[in-house]
């Protein structure tokens, strides 16, 4: 149901096609939240859907964009705990609800998810809707950049949930881009004795030295191992990958300390491999584990957003309006050595 009046908007059609149109104004239904976007990110995998690299879970047509930073527009019946005019975030998962992973707390692990931005119209556009249950508010001070840094934040927070840090530990970082910085962040602030970030782009190694990272490398000099093996002669107690290349993960692999743990945090191509030898799990009792999608961490993140504890304005560098978003999600990874994360304005 709409209203009658219509809204920007940057429609997904087909591979290769964001058609930048208008389409009406949405009304909230029943537990249903009209919300009018602040900002949104623009994310490795709205570059996937594009390119045709990603298709499970997408229904074209769609309006793209699942990091939203938005304002409480309108409530749909039944809705409490909620005011118009309220700053909020947006967690994008939806389980169905049903099956195991969701009746044990685990939504984003259910087989049939549905996600804002994928399956329904998301934040590339000046208004969405959204269930009320999946509405964050946060603090006004964090502004849009601290908004479109929630989801992604709240993935990070859900990951190393799952690592399992233990205090003295090191640490590695693989890449430096949003999701990188991020677990820099994070990392740099918990009792991690030595913290050793890598990135082949220098722009965004320089950023990795400022979140706190010990030592910053670049994994494509022929002494990488040397040096990484000079700083921590045992190994690395836990490694992180925020990259989503096997090349970075076979790389870092024999880098694991005894007893160490791999992440498997960014998004590998469907169908790539990495070697690995079972026996040296045996003999080292080494751990690969993976995470993915935040299941329920979106209010942890915002609250760690309104405590100053992540420098927002360090990794949110770009804010173009809506007309710019082909050209931002095309240009995803050319900007590298100029940007981190860019959002989008749908006012602009």
């Not at 045996?282 to 690969?288: C, D, F, G, L, W």
Request: glycine content about 12%; hydrophobic content about 45%.
């Amino acid at each position: 149901m709409a209203t009658g009046k219509t809204m920007r908007a940057a429609v997904f059609r087909r591979v290769g096609r964001i058609q930048l149109t208008r389409r009406p104004i949405p009304t909230p239904g029943p537990g249903q939240v009209l919300l009018r976007v602040a900002a949104c990110g623009v994310c490795g995998t709205d570059h996937h859907i594009v390119t045709g690299e990603l298709t499970d879970g997408v229904q074209a047509p769609v309006v793209l964009g699942h990091e939203i930073a938005a304002r409480v527009q309108r409530l749909g019946a039944g809705v409490v705990g909620l005011k118009p005019g309220q700053f909020c975030a947006v967690d994008p998962v939806l389980g169905c609800g049903v099956c195991e992973m969701c009746h044990t707390g685990r939504p984003n692990l259910c087989a049939n998810p549905t996600v804002i931005g994928y399956k329904l119209h998301g934040g590339f556009a000046q208004y969405l809707l959204a269930p009320a249950g999946k509405v964050i508010p946060m603090d006004e001070s964090v502004g849009p950049a601290g908004g479109v840094l929630c989801e992604t934040l709240a993935c990070v927070i859900h990951g190393y949930d799952r690592l399992g840090l233990r205090a003295g530990s090191s640490a590695m970082v693989l890449g430096a881009g949003t999701v990188g910085l991020l677990w820099t962040a994070l990392l740099a602030r918990s009792p991690v004795r030595r913290l050793i970030q890598t990135e082949i782009v220098d722009f965004r190694r320089c950023k990795a030295l400022g979140m706190g990272a010990d030592v910053v490398l670049d994994p494509q000099a022929s002494d990488f191992q040397r040096v990484v093996r000079g700083q921590l002669p045992e190994g690395v107690d836990c490694i992180i990958d925020a990259t989503g290349d096997p090349a970075a993960i076979q790389q870092a692999l024999p880098l694991l300390a005894r007893g160490g743990t791999m992440l498997i945090f960014g998004i590998c191509p469907v169908g790539s491999s990495v070697a690995v030898d079972p026996f040296q799990l045996y003999n080292t009792e080494a751990r690969i584990i993976a995470s993915k999608m935040p299941p329920a961490t979106l209010a942890r993140s915002a609250r760690l957003i309104e405590a100053g504890v992540i420098p927002i304005d360090q990794i949110v560098t770009a804010l173009l309006p809506l007309s710019q978003l082909p050209t931002a999600v095309k240009s995803f990874n050319s900007w590298r050595d100029r940007q981190v994360k860019v959002a989008i304005d749908p006012w602009a």
